[in-house]
């Protein structure tokens, strides 16, 4: 109820706007009949048209279940008579097209901002139950999280989904209900990175005999049938958004990679990405052949799986620790709140609170974003964006990335000890 | 006395430590290595962003989402590595052709580049508009070409500039000079930062130029004409100035040139701190 209640508070007011007006998008459209990964994939291809550099429109580019968990909530919205597109945006299409001067809001945000959190404020709410059982004190400090709550109930990013959808996996498989594990396992994977998790269920399971890692398996294939049901329907549109937009994505966020955004040279940045990716195989086979030589529990195993995405992954958005914050709660809490820490210093540096306040902009028009543009001249908004700011978050990306690697190496050692 | 497991364990970590900050350090000195092999090429860096940079000019065109620094075109003072100045910027916003703004009207925008050339198509409703960028160390030709006789108005802007074609703007202040069919524009400009410097546009035909102040600091320039096609070659100088070591120290670091150096040195210092993080946890 607490934890709830405090996301509550801060649920009408404040959003991360692009992602909240994709989620929007994405309903509005499907509800029209349309196929949101064919949308997304026109958009992207006139993106790298029209800009010959490999580059995608932002968009949607996850496994439908989110969308059919979001429409129920959606369809309530409406039914209370909410404007079907509360946030709108017109003009370039960009990546960064959140800085476009032109988005517009209409009143009816602020319950839609609500009711589209919802279930990821659910889910957040069940987390703490479940850790509660185990642990109050761990419980305690997942629903008091600042972390926790700016990313649910601030933002309205849906990492508490996955998180959840792993916890409840792996307490399935624990009773033995393996079905049931595989159907929650399939939910985690709305973002496709907790797929690194499953060579760890399947290792585990292997020990549970072939009924179990059999059962597993039909829960995952029936988890997956909306997300076969789109491949079938436009398979070029689907494989672009939800896989090759996730590869050929550009380093972003809490990685070291950032510092190659000084680079300035997207096809020199590619290269080195393309290098950082073999690197990165090598460190996941590495954690893989350790967990089968090693018998490391399940929820070691999947923590470590996880956590290897957070360091390697070339891509690590501020909302991506939420997914495996509870898990690393329960094993190392020192080390789990010192990452939440980094994270959420990140996360304010990074985006701050003035695109993420609806209310802010209502007071003070969005418009006034053009001081962007116009500081350009005295270079004052160039610098600060694309000189000052890879400059600091880089050491945060350095440390951050140092620290989840020290992390990995603390839970395979008192694995081994036991 | 430690046990043999536990020395074995604390030389891995070590290891680990000096696998890990090197990696980290190589990636630090990736933007710079960039910087120097990318010189005299236009190169992509974000949504429709390109630059191109020779030892006397830089020359930024910004992404999509932003409609000034189309291009922007900044000069280096000879024989130094100070911060470049701006010497003049091409405004999307205010650009218009047949009324219709660049920026906000073209529904479409598509780039092209090879060596030493921008290749940049706004596609209208009824026509199109080509806008090359060809950039020289001494420099810079911007071309507009049309796909039939329309009305331009191409605006420029440029900060601190207090002298045009020998008119001091500094007695002109609220008001505007126009020029009728000249070919060419010379400007000085001032700085209190970076001193002084000249430059000039010379233009393929004769146009009829504007010149007022935008807004405090920065002097609008507008070229307006009835055709389909007309270059512009953009030239600029900046004499070296004495300051102060702290304004200089300063003005120096907020550029990218700079950034890049500084970046192996931040790369060091959180490896360094988070060795200290690394063996506490």
């Known amino acids: 109820m607490l934890a709830a209640l405090l996301r509550l508070l801060v649920a009408p007011f404040l959003g991360h706007l692009w992602d909240i007006k994709t989620m929007q998008e994405t309903i509005y459209y499907t509800l029209k009949g349309e196929n949101v990964y064919t949308l997304v994939y026109t958009l992207s291809r006139r993106v790298s048209e029209s800009t010959g550099q490999p580059l995608f429109y932002e968009g949607y580019a996850y496994l439908p279940h989110l969308a059919l968990i979001l429409t129920p909530f959606y369809i309530v919205y409406i039914a209370l008579g909410g404007d079907p597109q509360p946030i709108r945006a017109s003009g370039v299409i960009a990546t960064g097209l959140v800085y476009e001067p032109q988005l517009y809001m209409s009143k009816d945000v602020f319950s839609f901002m609500t009711l589209i959190k919802m279930p990821m404020i659910v889910a957040d709410s069940l987390i703490v139950y479940i850790l509660g059982k185990r642990d109050l004190r761990v419980a305690v400090v997942y629903a008091l999280s600042p972390y926790a709550i700016l990313i649910t109930g601030a933002w309205g990013m849906f990492e508490s989904l996955i998180a959840l959808s792993l916890l409840l996996s792996m307490m399935l498989i624990e009773r033995g209900r393996y079905v049931l594990s595989g159907i929650a396992y399939g939910f985690s994977l709305i973002k496709l990175y907790p797929i690194l998790a499953l060579p760890v269920f399947i290792l585990n399971l292997r020990g549970k005999g072939f009924g179990a890692l059999a059962s597993f398996t039909i829960g995952l294939i029936i988890s997956q049938i909306p997300t076969l049901l789109f491949l079938l329907l436009d398979p070029q549109s689907f494989v672009n958004t939800v896989l090759l937009f996730h590869i050929l994505r550009q380093p972003s966020g809490l990685t070291p990679l950032r510092m190659l955004n000084l680079a300035e040279n997207l096809t020199l940045t590619s290269i080195v990405s393309l290098l950082h990716t073999a690197i990165s195989i090598a460190a996941y086979t590495t954690i893989i052949v350790y967990v089968f030589k090693g018998g490391v529990s399940l929820v070691r195993g999947v923590t470590l799986s996880i956590l290897y995405f957070l360091a390697f992954s070339k891509v690590v958005h501020e909302q991506y620790y939420l997914s495996v914050y509870p898990l690393l709660l329960q094993l190392r809490m020192r080390e789990a709140r010192l990452i939440e820490t980094l994270f959420l210093a990140y996360t304010l540096i990074n985006v701050g609170l003035f695109l993420t306040s609806p209310t802010l902009l209502f007071l003070i028009d969005y418009r006034l974003l053009q001081i962007h543009t116009s500081i350009v001249y005295g270079d004052l908004g160039y610098i600060s964006i694309n000189v000052v700011g890879p400059l600091v978050t880089s050491p945060i990306s350095i440390i951050t990335f140092l620290v989840i690697v020290k992390t990995m190496l603390n839970i395979a050692a008192t694995a081994q000890q036991r | ?281």
């Not at chain 2, 536990?6 to 000195?29: G, K, N, Q, T, W």
């Not at chain 2, 280096?76 to 091409?90: R, T, W």
């Not at chain 2, 609220?174 to 010379?202: A, Q």
């Not at chain 2, 507008?222 to 070591?245: K, N, T």
Request: hydrophobic share 45%; net charge neutral.
């Open chain 2, 1 to 281: 006395m430690k046990s043999w497991g536990s020395r074995c364990r604390e030389l891995d970590s070590r290891v680990a430590y000096a696998v890990i900050s090197i990696y980290i350090i190589v990636l630090s000195l990736i933007p710079l290595v960039g910087s120097i092999l990318a010189l005299r090429e236009w190169v992509g860096f974000d949504t429709g962003a390109y630059y191109y940079r020779s030892e006397r000019l830089e020359v930024r065109f910004t992404g999509l989402p932003e409609g000034v620094g189309k291009p922007r075109i900044y000069v280096y003072m000879p024989n130094s590595s100070y911060k470049p100045v701006m010497l003049i910027d091409l405004d999307d916003r205010e650009s218009v052709v047949n009324g219709f703004s660049f920026f906000y009207d073209s529904r479409e925008i598509k780039f092209k580049v090879f060596n030493n050339t921008l290749l940049v198509n706004y596609v209208f409703d009824s026509f199109n508009v080509t806008k090359r960028i060809v950039a020289y160390n001494e420099s810079i030709v911007l071309g507009f070409k049309s796909t039939g006789d329309l009305e331009f108005r191409i605006v420029f802007k440029g900060k601190n500039y207090t002298c045009v074609n020998g008119v001091d703007l500094r007695e002109f202040i609220g008001r505007s000079v126009e020029f009728d069919n000249i070919t060419k524009l010379n400007f000085s400009f001032e700085s209190r930062l970076v001193g002084g410097g000249d430059g000039s546009l010379e233009l393929s035909k004769p146009v009829r130029v504007i010149v007022r102040e935008d807004v405090e600091g920065v002097t609008l320039i507008a070229l307006e004409f009835e055709g389909s096609e007309l270059e512009v070659v953009v030239r600029g100088y900046v004499e070296p100035v004495r300051v102060s070591s702290l304004t200089h120290t300063i003005s120096s670091l907020l550029n990218h040139r700079v950034a890049q150096l500084l970046l192996p040195l931040v790369a060091l210092i959180a490896a360094s701190f988070g060795w200290i993080i690394w063996r506490k946890l």
